[in-house]
């Protein structure tokens, strides 16, 4: 329940007042098209609060907006169930009740007064700079809430930012004299590296048909379309000059100098050339794309496409993998020109048999137990091993180390200052290092003063983070939560 309030703390206590409003203007996308079940108005009772059937209404209702927002409009309730948007919705109502109970219990309190003064300077309801309660009760009916209902939730946000400031615990010079030494410090290391190429393993029969036993729902065929494809390319569409001065005069702000200076006609010729043949291309194609829904397109080319396609780019793959059966996607921009596509059949992935998974399976097995066999050499190995002194690194290391490339140096940096051993070994793709730790510095001595304000900014965060965990466990354990629904 809390990991959604940890994700979105500042949703939750700073700007949390405002939620109620932050579909307003955008519709009210996603109201009314779930049914919470309920033998009563309570959603949930949670230590002296009840979360309201219609409260949770409004909540699941705003969350849908957004998600909706990030599903281009598309958003259906089979969907929403699948993302556990009810759920999410609840979660995020719990977490506020909580915190509501917990100031309400310290003596934190909001007057009239301060409702009246937040509420008509919000921007969404200003008219030339005033409050306009024409407005206000116009937004709030097209949003089927009510004056009484707003003004509460409004209360209860003003009431998380008191309680959020008491919760800001500043970072003591201790504090950051540690961050600043973990963040800036050096190791001076010695390293001895060991290449997967070294080990030897040719696997049996019996092993790799083992191996694939128990990872056969990795070796699946991939998803597949029967489509009916039209394309139309650019390079179709014929041209003549009165056509493209036209186009110029159309869309003069296309044809730019570096400047921004309007280029004249001869000299961005080429430009409006293609912009006036990719426009009407896709003009024709979205001609074929009616036609092709309606199911009278004659030019339809009849074809299967695999997910894993190369000659589909991954934007193009992911649209179509979200379509349905009988569906017929609007024109697509690929390197081939426009593509109208109408999905016939869906063809399901499947688990391949053995023969067809073997050569994948052999590959994934060899590569797995040299993996192992390697971690044992080096395990067998760094009881004693010698290595090479490379010395100081730090987590801004500029340079490929030695033996390794940059890639693979900045991989093993992150990963040597998440370690706590002062002798170890880092796994990377092929290769394991072995690594010892001989000592340890501050890059220069004035370098903490030098980052003062990044360290207590990045220290703050990890700060209010480890209490904001906290405080949610204890109030956790405060106060009973009884769910309805």
């Known amino acids: ?38 033998t009563s108005n309570a959603a949930a009772i949670v230590g002296n609060r009840q979360i309201t059937i219609d409260r949770l209404q409004r909540e699941y209702a705003r969350l849908y907006n957004v998600y909706n927002q990030l599903f281009n409009g598309t958003l259906d309730n089979e969907q929403a169930k699948k993302l556990g948007i009810e759920e999410q919705a609840l979660n995020t109502l719990i977490s506020r009740a909580l915190m509501l109970n917990y100031a309400h219990d310290m003596g934190l ?46 209360s209860e946000g003003i009431l998380l930012q008191k309680l959020d400031a008491l919760l800001e615990i500043p970072l003591t010079p201790l504090e950051i004299q540690a961050i600043g030494e973990a963040v800036f410090s050096e190791d001076h290391l010695r390293i001895q590296i060991l290449n997967q190429s070294t080990i030897t393993f ?33 390079d179709s569409i014929l041209t003549d000059d009165e056509a493209l001065r036209k186009h ?28 006036y043949k990719s426009s009407q291309a896709e003009k024709e194609s979205l001609k074929e794309y009616i036609s092709l829904r309606k199911g009278e397109n004659k030019k339809a080319e009849s074809l299967v496409i695999y997910e894993g396609d190369s000659n589909y780019d991954t934007e193009f793959l992911n649209l179509l993998s979200q379509a349905k ?18 999905v016939q059949k869906i063809i399901p992935s499947e688990p391949k048999s053995y023969e067809d998974a073997k050569k994948d399976a052999t590959e994934d097995f060899t590569a797995l137990r040299k993996t192992q066999l390697l971690e044992e050499k080096a395990t067998a190995l760094l009881a004693d091993f010698k290595g090479i002194d490379i010395g100081y690194v730090s987590r801004e290391n500029e340079k490929a180390l030695n033996g390794l490339n940059m890639q693979e140096s900045q991989d093993f940096i992150a990963q040597l200052f998440r370690k706590n051993e002062a002798k170890g070994y880092i796994l990377l793709k092929d290769k394991v290092i072995l690594y010892e730790i001989l000592d340890q510095r501050l890059k220069n001595s004035d370098i903490i003063t030098q980052n003062l304000d990044f360290l207590k900014r990045n220290g703050e965060q990890v700060k209010s983070r480890l209490v904001e965990i906290a405080f949610m466990e ?12």
């Open 109 to 154: 309190r909001v007057s009239k007064e301060e409702i009246i003064h937040t509420l008509t300077t919000m921007d969404a309801f200003q008219n030339n700079g005033k409050f306009d309660e024409i407005i206000y009760k116009r937004l709030l009916a097209d949003n089927q809430m009510r004056p009484k209902d707003f003004e509460e939730e409004l």
């Open 325 to 342: 059966e009988q569906e017929t996607l609007k024109p697509i921009k690929t390197k081939e020109g426009f593509i109208t596509l109408k």
């Open 1 to 38: 329940m809390i990991g959604f309030m940890q994700k979105h703390k500042k949703y939750l206590i700073i700007t949390i007042w405002i939620s109620s409003i932050a579909f307003l203007g955008a519709g009210f996308v996603g109201w009314g098209t779930y049914s919470f079940s309920s």
């Open 248 to 275: 110029y005069e159309d869309f003069k702000n296309q044809f730019l100098d570096e400047n921004g200076q309007l280029l004249p006609f001869e000299k961005a010729k080429d430009k409006v050339t293609a912009h």
């Open 202 to 234: 040719n696997p049996t029969e019996e092993e790799i048909r083992k191996y694939w036993e128990e990872n056969k729902d990795i070796y699946q065929t991939e998803r597949g379309y029967e489509v009916l494809k039209v394309s139309v390319n650019s």
């Open 474 to 485: 204890h109030l956790l354990n405060l106060y009973k939560i009884v769910r309805k629904i």
